[in-house]
């Protein structure tokens, strides 16, 4: 029998892996069994992880799964530190799990590269399909399925939003942690391409995960004549999104983010309800211990998102919000 070239035969195994052949069905999962969910955290106990964990174990709640009683979680956590995501997650695999809950790009790029046939969930992913966790949104073809946030036209939308509510602007500052700039370069580099368009100069800031410095990131950002900050879609940030309001309002500097629950301490805020999304991703884990395959279900994206605006941190910087920012907001803050 001829030998196919090297690269016909990967195209046939691509294919064959996106239509699910190749690979020994799952048994089915015994129902007296306590379902096992395996989940891999960035970083656990910070304000944004317990807002999107509450989100998770209500979703599982609604559905008749509870800890203790037929769930059983597998948690491992990197306590930010980038670099063990992809040991913890080998760790989670040897224990035998029925789903991994892997909810963005560093945690679901280690759930990968650990397994490529436990059934696997995304939560904040924002474009699988550019990424090659699928081959489309409507039909994923693999063993990674889940919601996506869509942040390739917020990126763009949040700095529009930020050069509308500060008048002169030319630089923005964004907070960035080095280790995942390799797993996030899709969306740094919508971050540039947004920045480039509007005319901006867009100047990171280095932050640490493991051990974030939020002062640090604010003399930074005046050391670097920034104007006003504007979040990154990284998983990192979005722990630290809250105390760098706080910071960022101690030193009279605008910052615009993505988590409308943390909009008290901002001068805007336009994104996702990522406990909804979280809430959402849970779904998809119970359709899948009842048997559903990932390859077959829909990666869905957001439903909605929020534009928050804060009347009153824009008058303690000293700014007017136009009439035109306030007619589209769905939350004012006066």
């Known amino acids: 029998m001829p030998t196919l070239p090297d690269d016909r035969r990967r195209a046939l195994l691509a294919a064959a892996a996106a239509m699910g052949l190749g690979a020994a069905p799952r048994p089915a999962r015994p129902q007296d069994k306590p379902a096992r969910i395996g989940w891999l955290h960035l970083r656990r106990g910070g304000p944004y992880a317990t807002l999107t964990e509450r989100g998770f174990r209500a979703g599982l709640e609604q559905a008749g799964y509870a800890e203790g009683r037929n769930l059983v979680f597998v948690h491992r956590s990197a306590e930010g530190q980038v670099r063990r995501l992809r040991a913890l997650a080998r760790e989670i695999v040897a224990e035998g799990i029925d789903v991994f809950f892997a909810p963005a790009k560093p945690m679901a790029d280690a759930a990968w590269y650990a397994s490529r046939k436990i059934p696997t969930v995304i939560a904040t992913v924002t474009d699988p399909v550019v990424v090659e966790y699928a081959v489309s949104l409507a039909r994923p073809g693999k063993h990674i399925t889940g919601v996506t946030t869509a942040n390739a036209e917020l990126i ?152 928050i605006v804060n009347q009153a941190h824009a008058r303690m910087l000293g700014l007017t919000v136009p009439q035109r920012v306030l007619v589209r907001a769905d939350q004012v803050i006066a």
């Open 156 to 307: 763009g939308k949040r700095l529009q939003l930020l050069a509308e509510l500060v008048p002169g602007l030319e630089r923005v500052g964004t907070p960035i942690e080095p280790a995942l700039l390799d797993a996030c370069s899709e969306e740094v580099t919508l971050m540039e391409t947004a920045a480039k368009r509007l005319k901006l100069a867009l100047v990171q800031l280095p932050v640490k995960t493991d051990d974030p410095d939020v002062e640090k990131v604010v003399r930074e950002a005046q050391r670097e004549r920034v104007q006003a900050l504007v979040t990154a879609p990284m998983t990192g940030n979005l722990e630290i999104t809250q105390a760098l309001a706080i910071a960022c309002g101690r030193a009279r500097l605008p910052f615009v983010h993505d988590i409308p629950q943390f909009a008290a301490d901002s001068l805007a805020v336009y994104g996702p309800d990522f406990e909804d999304i979280f809430r959402r991703a849970a779904g998809y884990a119970v359709r899948i211990l009842k048997g559903e395959k990932p390859a077959e279900m829909p990666i869905e994206e957001p439903r909605d998102f929020r534009l």
